[in-house]
């Protein structure tokens, strides 16, 4: 089982970015998945998640109508879309989902069982 994110990169503030997680080795359409970043020296977080439907989405306060978390079941494919991009949104993005079924958009690392190997977003001011 594998999830690569990708589509991270270099961006000034207010730009957009897009990024894509690929999960290969089986189906996770009945499965929440979530983001979350990493900034140097500091601890992993909760950035938005989405139910197996996508119906449903929770987002950070931080990123809350800024960013958008989607994802095509068919595909096996999440996305996160990113818009009016900050400095401080500089970070290691990881593409995660959980084992269990359900229909809770966990906001902790530890409810998530697969991790991507994180893509790195540096905006610029």
């Known amino acids: 089982v594998q999830l690569q994110a990708f589509g991270g990169g270099l961006v000034q503030a207010g730009g957009s970015l897009r990024l894509s997680c690929a999960a290969s080795?089986?189906?996770?359409?009945?499965?929440?998945m979530g983001w979350f970043r990493q900034a140097p020296g500091k601890e992993r977080d909760f950035v938005a998640a989405?139910?197996?439907?996508?119906?449903?989405?929770r987002y950070a306060v931080s990123v809350k109508g800024r960013f958008t978390i989607s994802r095509d079941v068919a595909k096996n494919t999440l996305f996160l879309q990113m818009n009016s991009l900050k400095p401080e949104d500089t970070a290691v993005y990881y593409c995660?989902?959980?084992?269990?079924?359900?229909?809770?958009?966990?906001?902790?690392?530890?409810?998530?069982?697969?991790w991507g190997q994180g893509t790195l977003v540096t905006v610029s001011s």
């Open positions: 989405i139910s197996s439907s996508g119906d449903n989405t």
């Open positions: 995660a989902a959980r084992r269990l079924l359900g229909s809770l958009l966990a906001v902790n690392t530890g409810a998530y069982d697969y």
């Open positions: 080795g089986r189906t996770f359409s009945k499965n929440v």
